[in-house]
């Protein structure tokens, strides 16, 4: 299956400001995902980002605040805008390990804290 | 109501123990279901995979779903301190939008 790089892993940010997560796949993928996970909460679906096109959001995440870049078939990147401290959670990109569904492969996260 | 809901523990056993994890889920066009196990720090990990009813086994993982109770557990048999972790039921219809429960915390003492 895909190994998947995630930088940074962690991250302190001062609240209004932006950081922005690079998610590097070893393989070729059509579709990334780009998920949060906040503490004794389930993962949640931000979006999903295809090559060649806008990234399609889940409802509750807006491209403002979360802009996201596809260039190729294994890179993207997932920037959180104007930070406030709710924003604090573990973001994690995943690829689809067989297509059609089949579980994901997560790449390791990155634990952001908003001060 | 969430769709896969998951008690959140932690869960403490001893070394050896048969340990026994599970979800409900609400959406009766669930028909994918996943275990994933995440190590402190790290994504989550795909442990098991199974499609609709019915039992799978995989070394000492064995992962159930009762569709008829939309109940979905996950045994494992001979716990080592390395299990312990937290494990994470998902499930979907068929398409990419996989929904996740909040996941349980294992501990398995030496």
């Known amino acids: 299956s895909a190994v998947i790089s995630q930088k940074p892993s962690r991250d302190i940010c001062q609240r209004g400001t932006s950081l922005t997560i690079q998610c590097q796949v070893d393989?070729?993928?059509?579709?990334m995902f780009w998920y949060r996970q906040q503490p004794g909460q389930s993962l949640t679906l931000i979006a999903t980002?295809?090559?060649?096109?806008?990234?399609?959001?889940e409802s509750g995440f807006v491209i403002d605040k979360f802009p996201i870049s596809r260039p190729n078939l294994t890179f993207s990147t997932l920037t959180v805008s104007n930070m406030s401290p709710e924003d604090s959670s573990i973001y994690l990109c995943?690829?689809?390990?067989?297509?059609?569904?089949?579980?994901?492969?997560f790449g390791s996260g990155t634990r952001l804290t908003v001060v | 109501q969430k769709e896969v809901e998951q008690d959140p523990g932690p869960l403490s056993v001893p070394e050896g123990a048969i340990v026994s994890l599970n979800c409900t889920y609400s959406n009766s066009a669930f028909q994918y279901f996943m275990w994933y196990r995440q190590y402190s720090r790290k994504g989550p990990e795909l442990l098991m995979y199974t499609y609709s009813s019915g039992n799978k086994e995989d070394g000492r993982f064995t992962a159930q779903v009762d569709k008829s109770s939309k109940y979905i557990s996950l045994f494992i048999r001979d716990s080592q301190p390395s299990d312990s972790a937290t494990y994470l039921c998902?499930?979907?219809?068929?398409?990419?939008?996989?929904?996740f429960g909040a996941g349980t915390r294992l501990f398995v003492k030496a």
């Open positions: 980002a295809n090559q060649g096109s806008e990234a399609t959001y």
């Open positions: 998902a499930s979907h219809t068929g398409g990419f939008k996989t929904i």
């Open positions: 393989s070729q993928v059509t579709m």
């Open positions: 995943s690829v689809d390990r067989q297509g059609a569904g089949y579980g994901y492969t």
